[in-house]
């Protein structure tokens, strides 16, 4: 399989974001603590499990999206990568001759959980119907260039539209939630305090 001209620089944007998500809270906390760097690490694993419990309900499900979506994608290539080359016990889904891809159950997951977030309107519940949804929506994606050619195209160089659709997906939801945080923080200082100039 080819990588087109896009596929580099997409892993760039979604590796560096997601990247930043982690590294930029690292920082924070060592500069701020001026800690040494395993004693940072501990501490920003408490300042996101408790960012976590104490984030808006938006903010929670945009990043239970992201992981959910980015883990579902990358484990996906692999098993697809273990049945295509025979390795581990994973299979393909077959019923009678038909073979059954995985965005069938990437739809079913993604209308069931959206439906539902429709249907319930309960915020709370939301945060935790984007782990569905994201799993959902990353077994669609990762077969966007079936989808697209409507022939089994997974691992030919047409294929390859699929990984760049992707990591354009898991940059713009890492690029969200980096926004997401930014503008929590700008709202605290302008609304908390509207009198305080920003700097």
């Not at 990437?106 to 439906?115: K, N, Q, T, V």
């Not at 697209?148 to 294929?159: A, F, K, Q, R, T």
């Amino acid at each position: 399989m080819r990588r087109t001209n896009v596929t580099v620089p997409l892993a760039v944007l979604a590796g560096s974001a997601t990247a930043g998500i982690a590294a930029a809270e690292l920082l924070r906390i060592r500069r701020r603590e001026h800690a040494a760097l395993p004693e940072a690490a501990r501490e920003t694993v408490d300042v996101v499990r408790a960012g976590y419990q104490t984030g808006s309900a938006n903010e929670t499900a945009l990043l239970n999206l992201f992981v959910s979506f980015t883990g579902t994608f990358a484990v996906a290539r692999g098993i697809t990568h273990l049945i295509r080359t025979g390795r581990g016990p994973f299979v393909n889904v077959n019923i009678g001759r038909r073979h059954i891809h995985h965005f069938v159950p990437g739809i079913l997951l993604a209308l069931l959980s959206g439906g539902a977030s429709i249907a319930v309107r309960h915020e709370q519940l939301d945060t935790w119907l984007a782990l569905p949804f994201g799993t959902g929506a990353a077994l669609i994606l990762d077969e966007t260039a079936l989808l697209i050619e409507l022939n089994d195209v997974y691992w030919s160089d047409e294929g390859v539209l699929s990984i760049d659709v992707g990591l354009g997906a898991t940059g713009l939801l890492a690029s969200l939630a980096l926004i997401t945080r930014l503008l929590r923080r700008g709202e605290r200082v302008v609304l908390d305090h509207p009198s305080a100039p920003v700097s």
